[in-house]
Each structure stands twice: as structure tokens, then as C-alpha cells.
């Protein structure tokens, strides 16, 4: 995701023959082709989106997407519709247009300390619903199929979870909803009173973890989720704990929890098993730097010297993940 000064700003919206040249994002402001440049051929980002109907409308409600997106959510908010409160219930007509989403009664505003307008440099009075609204709103287009996002290898990834896509993209949500906004599972519950089953609420915020570091971390955890008798996420590595700090049972932890403040945190691992002493890595795109393969490679001893066996995993891996589950079963086989 590109920097908010790096987005393009929206301009006037030109007269006559130059208008074959410009994106149209509203009635009077749009974008040059070519200015784009971070989002080649997709959806202009939200912010780009947000900047336009704020300055044509400088009293917005945001809800949804655009919502999470000015409360601080990184993720998928690109790609997906601008929605603001309204009294109306007035449908897009392109995908760049306003979707007025109706509030009958009082609008759950989030409060002024949360959303920061100057941050995305959106004039005028600009709010947003609060996150548990607006994560609501999202879970409902998610579930109905209404707005999506690409998963790999989609049938085969369902039938390794168990899992429809619609489900284990509203996980994806809910855990970086909880992440990066902060939610409380008890309003999100009162929120979604007869606009969503709370079995299936309840159902999907049991899958979803608090420090879920991104969507295919949560992928990950979600395909092993039934091979280990216990999954920790977002555990911490200490380098060169001393001996008082080794566990009782040197059987069953893959980390040494840290008892002195000065010992240095050296990783955290995604998804970790304590019985079966494996340690599960999804490397994103950053790790093919060389500091990071280098910094890896000194994670990976540690944790093998402290008995733990160590798996990584990559987005093209993630493209076959009956593969994922196949490995992970010969490592709990061998440790077993």
C-alpha cells in the first residue's frame, strides 16, 4: 500500500475533448490517466476516492470500507466501495460512485479521537461510524458475496479449511479489524441484531485471533487450525535466554518464555505449537531482502537448537495448500 502523500489527489473535472484523458471519479473532480501510478489498471485507491467526495460533500458520514479505512485498517479497503450515512438507500451507479446506506435512527459515530480527517487530508467535516459498525457492514457485503478479494487457489484452499471462501475472507477481516482498528466482540454483537446470525458471528470470531500479523498469516492458521492439539499466534523469541529461564518440561515448549526484561526479542513466530515443537513463518514479499534471509536464517538455528522444527511459507506455496497441510503432517508424524 502506497503512502497517503504518494496517492494521487483528485482534480476539476476538465471540459471538452480533454475528458477522453481523465478518470471520472464524481460530478466535478477526477483524476489524469497516468496519475495512478501505484494502482495500475485498478480501482483508484480509497483515499484518492475519499479526497473527491469530501471535497464535493464536506460533511460525509463514512461507513463500511471507507470507514475501517480512516480508522486505520491497511487491508482491502482499496478495492472496495465508498459508502456514507444517509436517510436514503441510493445505489451506486458506477463503482467509483457514493453508496448511500441508510440509518434510520441514531448513526453510531466513532469518536473524534479515533478517526483523523487531516491524516488523509480530508477537507470539511468528515466522520466515520464507529468500527464495530462499520466492521458489521463489511461482514454482511462479505457474506452476501457482494464484495470480494482474490484467495489462492480458491476451491482448493475451501476444501483444505473446511470452509466457504465468504468465510474465511470475513476471518481475514476480523482479524485485521482487531489487529489494526480494535473491536469489542460484545458491540459488534448488539450491532449485528437482526441484520446477521450471531451463530454465525460467534462462529467466525472464534476462528479469528487478536495479533494477526496479515490475511495470509490468517490463511495459514486457518489450514493447520485442526492438525494441532494447540495454536499460539505471535510468539516471542528470545535470543540467548539464560538457564533459569529453561522450562521444567523440556519436552513440550517450542519457545523459553522470557523471565528478565533485558533479554532481546529476536522474532515472534506467526503460528506455534508448544507440544509439537513446530514453528510455522508465512515470509512475505520483505523477506527477500538479503538482511532479512540473513536474520531468518539466525531465527531458524536458534529454534532448531532449542528442539523446535521450523516450516516457512511463501505466497506461491500458499497456491497449493493441500501441499501446506501434507508437510505439516510428516513434521507432527516425525515429532509424535
Known amino acids: 500500500m502506497a503512502s497517503l502523500i504518494e496517492e494521487p489527489w483528485p482534480e476539476a473535472w476538465p471540459r471538452g475533448r480533454r475528458r477522453a484523458k481523465w478518470t471520472r471519479v464524481t460530478r466535478r473532480f477526477g483524476l489524469p490517466q497516468g496519475a495512478n501510478k501505484n494502482h495500475p489498471g485498478c480501482m483508484l485507491p480509497m483515499t484518492t476516492r ?8 464536506a460533511t460525509l458520514v463514512l461507513t463500511g470500507w471507507a470507514a475501517l479505512h480512516v480508522l486505520g485498517l491497511p487491508a482491502f479497503c482499496d478495492e472496495m466501495p465508498v459508502e456514507v450515512a444517509s436517510r436514503t438507500n441510493k445505489r451506486p451507479t458506477s463503482v467509483r460512485a457514493v453508496h448511500h446506506v441508510k440509518y434510520e435512527g441514531r448513526i453510531p459515530l466513532a469518536d473524534r479521537a479515533q478517526v483523523s480527517p487531516k491524516h488523509f487530508d480530508l477537507p470539511g467535516d468528515v466522520k466515520a461510524v464507529c468500527a464495530e459498525e462499520a466492521l458489521v457492514r463489511c461482514l454482511i457485503s462479505l457474506l452476501k ?14 476444501k483444505a479449511c473446511g470452509m466457504t471462501a465468504p468465510e474465511i475472507r ?11 482498528v480494535g473491536v469489542a466482540f460484545g458491540e459488534v454483537e448488539r ?5 446477521l446470525s450471531t451463530r454465525i458471528l460467534k462462529r467466525l470470531w472464534a476462528l479469528s485471533v487478536p495479533d494477526a500479523d496479515s490475511p495470509p498469516e490468517t490463511t495459514l492458521r486457518l ?3 485442526d492438525l494441532l492439539p494447540d495454536v499460539e499466534t505471535q510468539v516471542p523469541v528470545y535470543a540467548s535466554p539464560s538457564p533459569s529461564d529453561a522450562p521444567a518440561d523440556k519436552a513440550s515448549p517450542v519457545l523459553r518464555p522470557a523471565r528478565r526484561k533485558h533479554l532481546r526479542l529476536l522474532t515472534r513466530i506467526d503460528i506455534a505449537s508448544r507440544k509439537l515443537r513446530i514453528a510455522l513463518f508465512y515470509d512475505g514479499a520483505h523477506h527477500n531482502s538479503q538482511r532479512q534471509r540473513e536474520h531468518d536464517a539466525q531465527v531458524d538455528r536458534v529454534l532448531q537448537a532449542r528442539g523446535a522444527t521450523v516450516l516457512r511459507f511463501t505466497a506461491s506455496s500458499m497456491h497449493d495448500p493441500l501441499m501446506v497441510r501434507r508437510q505439516v503432517q510428516q513434521v507432527i508424524a516425525r515429532n509424535q
Open 191 to 195: 450491532l449485528a441484531q437482526r441484520r
Open 223 to 225: 489450514l493447520v487450525r
Open 50 to 57: 475519499l479526497r473527491a467526495h469530501a471535497m464535493e460533500h
Open 145 to 158: 458475496g457482494r464484495n470480494v478479494w482474490a484467495l489462492p487457489n480458491e476451491r482448493e484452499l475451501c
Open 170 to 180: 470475513a476471518v481475514q477481516l476480523i482479524d485485521s479489524t482487531r489487529r489494526h
